[in-house]
């Protein structure tokens, strides 16, 4: 049974910052690349940042470079978003993705609520 379980959201102040996880089981993590979506309200989802299944190579939505970091641990079977400088307008619900598109496979999680406000 494959399953993309996220954690670490939650309210926080402008400025503040939080670490998601993604915690994945039922396939081959290795092999996937990883990606954070997220979707704010009234708004469609939209690609954070994602990383290679090797970690080799990263790539960050314009408006959270030098803020986001996005890594993987393989061994368990972990991806993070480390969010610094968090603003208002990175409320929303993030999404954990997996894909190995060669072979059309996608797995998303449930989604986690960031809240950015006084």
């Known amino acids: 049974q494959v399953q993309l379980v996220e954690s670490g959201g939650g309210l926080v102040q402008p400025g503040g910052s939080l670490r998601l996880s993604c915690v994945a089981s039922g396939f081959t993590f290795r092999w996937y690349v990883m990606s954070w979506y997220r979707q704010a309200l009234g708004k469609e989802r939209e690609l954070v940042a994602h990383i290679t299944s090797d970690a080799s190579s990263t790539n960050y939505l314009d408006s959270v470079k030098d803020r986001f970091t996005i890594s993987r641990d393989n061994a368990k079977n972990t991806v993070y978003l480390q969010m610094n400088s968090l603003k208002p307008e990175d409320t929303a619900v993030y999404y954990c993705?997996?894909?190995?598109?060669?072979?059309?496979?996608?797995?998303w999680g449930q989604g986690t609520q960031v809240t950015v406000s006084l």
């Open positions: 993705n997996a894909r190995r598109a060669v072979y059309g496979s996608e797995f």
